[in-house]
Nanobody, 125 residues
C-alpha cells in the first residue's frame, strides 16, 4: 500500500517547538524527493522544506530557515520536520509529500506524486 501518514501536530504557544513525523510505506520512502508543505486557511499550499535523499541535501523556505530541520530515518521509514521558535504565522495544516525523482522545481506542490492527509499545527497564546 502506498501511503504517507503525518503526526505530531497540535496546539502550542509562541516560542514552543514541535516535531512533525511522516511515516511512509517502503515504496514511497525510496523516493529521492521528500518534502513538507503547509496550507493556512484561505491560502495556497506553500513549500516549507525538502530533502534530496541521494545527495543528502536540504532546502528550506526563508521563513523557517535557521529554526527548522528536515530529516529522515531510514530504519523507521519516517520523515521529520523539527520546528523551533514557532510563531502564529506558522499555523497551518502541514503535509508531507514525495516524488520518486528529484525535480528542480521542488518548491511547487504540482511535482509531487504522493501526499499525506495532513496534521494541524496551531500556534496561539
Amino acid at each position: 500500500q502506498v501511503q504517507l501518514v503525518e503526526s505530531g501536530g497540535g496546539l502550542v504557544q509562541p516560542g514552543d517547538s514541535l516535531r512533525l513525523s511522516c511515516a511512509a510505506s517502503e515504496r514511497i520512502f525510496s523516493s529521492d524527493a521528500m518534502a513538507w508543505f503547509r496550507q493556512a486557511p484561505g491560502k495556497e499550499r506553500e513549500f516549507v522544506a525538502a530533502i534530496r535523499w541521494r545527495l543528502n541535501t536540504k532546502y528550506y523556505t526563508n521563513s523557517v530557515r535557521g529554526r527548522s530541520t528536515i530529516s529522515r530515518d531510514s530504519a523507521k521509514k519516517t520523515l521529520y520536520l523539527q520546528m523551533n521558535s514557532l510563531q502564529p504565522e506558522d499555523t497551518a495544516v502541514y503535509f508531507c509529500a514525495a516524488r520518486g525523482t528529484w525535480n528542480v522545481d521542488y518548491r511547487s506542490p504540482i511535482h509531487y506524486d504522493y501526499w499525506g492527509q495532513g496534521t494541524q499545527v496551531t500556534v496561539s497564546s
